[in-house]
């Protein structure tokens, strides 16, 4: 398989540096046809709130193409944060961001599909507190930014920390945690895994509908991004692995 214009994935920073590239280890395949993803990657350390403390020694993280995986790393010291836990989330994002530059892969609404398969192989260490967590942007609108009825569905697939949103169910695989008016004001679903064994399978499409007594009209939203990377805190390491990554998605016919 040849990638025509594109690198593999790699940045890294202490502020908001971004790219486009490819993984070898992240695969999609949309009614049973391969593609090769285009994927944003970003260094985001949204959470640091003064600028001095935007340099390598005090907070930094990257994700880059190795030999046999795809890197996610990130260190902070004891600095000070933007009134929240989370630091900052280097990930790699199919779709758009709500945040732009829109140009991104669309990815429709959520009743464009009848499955949305995700199998994810990864290892995951850290010191501190962090997580590796798909992080899903939804809003009513199929373009711009975020607006007050913006929705926002995470899966946590590993994690050393306990997210204080309230519980509002469980699945097989699944707690079921909900807060109103999360960050950037969305109401935020979150999956949080009960194994962590470095390795998970799920349906999105049948996770978005867990989240209909939440979210009204879940399924005329439009998916804006899937997201996958680290969460982290400030006095923490924390490293992800992911050997692999394949969407295989089914839309309605």
Request: net charge positive; proline share 2%; charged share 30%.
């Amino acid at each position: 398989m040849k990638y025509i214009g594109l690198n593999p994935l790699k940045v890294e920073g202490s502020r908001f540096e971004t790219a486009y590239g490819y993984s070898k280890f992240v695969k999609m395949k949309l009614d049973k046809k391969n593609y090769v993803p285009v994927l944003n990657s970003i260094a985001n350390n949204w959470g640091v709130k003064k600028e001095e403390d935007r340099v390598r020694d005090k907070v930094f993280c990257s994700v880059c193409e190795k030999e046999g995986f795809l890197d996610f790393y990130s260190h902070c010291k004891d600095i000070e944060l933007s009134g929240i836990f989370i630091a900052g989330y280097p990930s790699i994002k199919v779709g758009e961001s709500p945040w732009g530059p829109f140009n991104g892969y669309f990815l429709g609404q959520v009743n464009n599909y009848k499955k949305m398969n995700v199998f994810a192989k990864w290892d995951f260490k850290v010191s501190g507190n962090a997580n590796f967590a798909f992080d899903i942007w939804l809003t009513k609108e199929s373009k711009g930014r975020l607006s007050n009825e913006a929705a926002e569905v995470m899966v946590w697939i590993d994690y050393n920390f306990n997210l204080p949103d309230k519980q509002i169910g469980e699945t097989k695989d699944f707690i079921i945690k909900y807060k109103e008016k999360g960050h950037n004001g969305a109401n935020r679903i979150s999956f949080i895994a009960k194994k962590k064994n470095g390795k998970t399978r799920f349906d999105l499409a049948e996770l978005f509908t867990q989240c209909k007594n939440k979210i009204s009209n879940i399924d005329s939203y439009f998916i804006r991004s899937i997201e996958v990377g680290v969460e982290f805190s400030k006095n923490t390491e924390a490293n992800a692995k992911l050997f692999n990554l394949n969407f295989d998605f089914e839309t309605k016919k």
